[in-house]
């Protein structure tokens, strides 16, 4: 049986250090060159692995390890065995031991976030750090292309087309929330919100040109339909990390 989501917040101004870590990680990972330079992917996988570590010790002084399902995990472990597979036949073994370390810190994001996030005012708060950042970036990028002379957006990150991505995953959040309804109780103030960040967000996608980005696009618009035309609701705060990650 699938666990009851959202669940209620017991403290819901308490800060919680599970979310402060993932939160972080949203906000540090796209500001040294999209995070793809030596320095922060070494800081970001020395943060994954120890948030994982302390799960795992926690878990164990607890009694014990509850893992939530979730139909993804199937395809993350699939896709991360044909990745592993993949280097035994590779030409360039050093590289694709360098991809394979980056798939599987995008799996272990995935299952920290899933067992981390626990109850919606959480999700509600981790869904305002990735818009946020997304803003951030669209602003960023949109001054570069209006008014500093750069011939595409690219924000803090050294490839547009990584930019583009980025500024879609947040794009697709944000205008899914307006046409599906965000979770939990809307304020007054949310809804223009979202329109400024939509708006925001879309308009620097296309200032990008990044025409492989509109692959990411249509994978992210049609994980959002899944998400809230049957998924259990659950699956929405993974399919919010899925976007964020995986096409940022």
């Known amino acids: 049986m699938w666990p009851v ?15 402060v870590v993932i939160g972080g990680l ?8 999209g995070g793809t330079t030596h320095f922060p992917v070494l800081i970001i996988r020395l943060i994954l692995f120890a948030a994982l570590a302390a799960w795992v010790i926690v878990s ?11 139909p993804l995990f199937l395809a993350v472990a ?14 360039y073994v050093a590289v694709s031991l360098h991809w394979l370390v980056s798939i599987l810190s ?12 626990e109850n919606a005012n959480q999700v509600r708060k981790l869904v305002v750090v990735v818009l946020g950042m997304g803003f ?5 990028g949109s001054y570069q ?9 690219k924000g803090t990150f050294f490839n547009p087309n990584f930019f583009a991505l980025y500024e879609m995953a947040a794009f697709t959040l944000a205008f899914g929330l307006l046409c599906y309804g965000s979770l939990g109780k809307a304020r007054r103030w949310e809804r223009p919100v979202l329109w400024v960040v939509s708006g925001a967000t879309g308009l620097a996608f296309i200032m990008a ?6 692959l990411g696009a249509v994978h992210s618009f049609c994980q959002f339909n899944r998400c809230f035309r049957g998924w259990p609701t659950r699956h929405c705060k993974e399919n919010f990390q899925l976007l964020r990650f995986f096409h940022g």
């Open 5 to 19: 989501f959202p669940l209620q917040s017991v403290y819901p101004n308490r800060v919680d250090g599970r979310l």
């Open 26 to 33: 949203v906000v540090f990972s796209p500001l040294i060159e």
């Open 60 to 70: 164990m002084k607890k009694g014990g390890m509850t893992v939530h399902p979730s």
């Open 78 to 91: 699939v896709f991360v065995g044909w990745a592993a597979l993949s280097v035994l036949y590779s030409a």
């Open 106 to 117: 995008y799996a272990t994001l995935l299952w920290l976030v899933v067992h981390l996030v």
């Open 136 to 140: 951030f970036e669209a602003a960023v």
């Open 145 to 153: 292309f209006l008014w500093g002379g750069y011939p595409r957006a």
């Open 209 to 214: 040109q990044s025409r492989g980005a509109l």
